[in-house]
């Protein structure tokens, strides 16, 4: 896999939270990666998250085993950034982190955030706007799911991330929305007619 | 209504959020208040928020009206913070928030908020860890709405949270869980026999 060039990194992050030039070359000079296997656990049910991520390239699940059944409420794509909740209150995980496709990420943890914070104190306004982005967003995604049905959360992914229904196999999206595999065939044929 | 005392709104800020005593003073200082009648509302759907909250007393709810059916999302109480979406990216409300009781707030808005964040800067680190802990609450109230049937989630507020059902008429209870008033009732029946 090609490695992401910085370019590509800042706008990435641009996209995200608005970066100006000063902080480019700090985050440059500072930026760790990490690379992930397909297949491999970001972190495990009952494990201490101790890093967050910005995916760079690469997509990742989050899920809840529930009687030995995934269930899947969350993909993660370029751009987009990882904080597991035991990341922020250092317990231990309910849910687990596996990446689908090999994936390359920003690492960040506590200690080198707090040595960054103290360094560069300009930078607590960009952590800041992305956890207040990443609080809209998942209060969007709580409202969302509970305010539609299936086949209309169904909809908004074609249209709101294509890109998910070419990369994330069927029986997962179908966990995603909250369904039997079969239901999303059914909901798929009748789109189609 | 009796006003709360500096000392009981400082302990339920500190129950919240650590606060140094330097701190203790800028905020009973700075402390804006506000009171909202029983039935008003805080935010309409399509109004964008001016203002974020603190609860000092009394009940707040947080509902979608989904073809004219109120869909109960949240019960804010004292203690909370109440901050809108509407509030965070100036986009207008999906949502209503209205008062189930007379309550009073600690009020916060942006421009209070920009200039406080000037003069102390110290105050960062207290919004930087209020937002992060409200990140995992509603994370983790995500999470349970989809892990958990409507029966665990009316346990879980019998343990968690027994005054809402004390405060909160049955059939908002029932519209919080996601089910008809009449399956609360077979719930209850069941859980008394």
């Not at 494990?47 to 059944?69: N, R, S």
Request: proline share 5%; net charge neutral; charged share 30%.
């Amino acid at each position: 896999m090609n490695f992401p060039s910085n370019k590509y990194i800042i706008q990435l992050l641009s996209d995200f939270v608005p970066i100006s030039k000063d902080m480019e070359e700090i985050i440059i000079k500072h930026l760790e990666f990490k690379t992930i296997s397909k297949q491999e656990n970001v972190i495990r049910e009952g494990q201490i998250a101790q890093e967050c991520l910005f995916i760079l390239k690469g997509c990742i699940k989050k899920y809840y085993l529930v009687d030995g059944e995934e269930r899947i409420t969350n993909f993660y794509t370029e751009g987009q950034v990882v904080t597991p909740n035991s990341y922020t209150n250092k317990k231990p995980s309910k849910y687990f982190l596996t990446a689908l496709e090999e994936t390359i990420a920003l690492v960040g943890d506590p200690d080198t955030e707090q040595e960054a914070l103290k360094k560069y104190p300009q930078l607590a306004s960009v952590t800041g706007i992305i956890t207040e982005k990443l609080m809209v967003k998942l209060s969007d995604e709580f409202d969302n799911r509970i305010n539609h049905s299936p086949e209309e959360r169904y909809l908004q992914l074609i249209k709101e991330r294509p890109d998910i229904l070419q990369r994330v196999p069927q029986y997962q999206i179908a966990s995603y929305l909250g369904i039997k595999p079969e239901s999303l065939s059914r909901i798929r044929k009748r789109l189609k007619s």
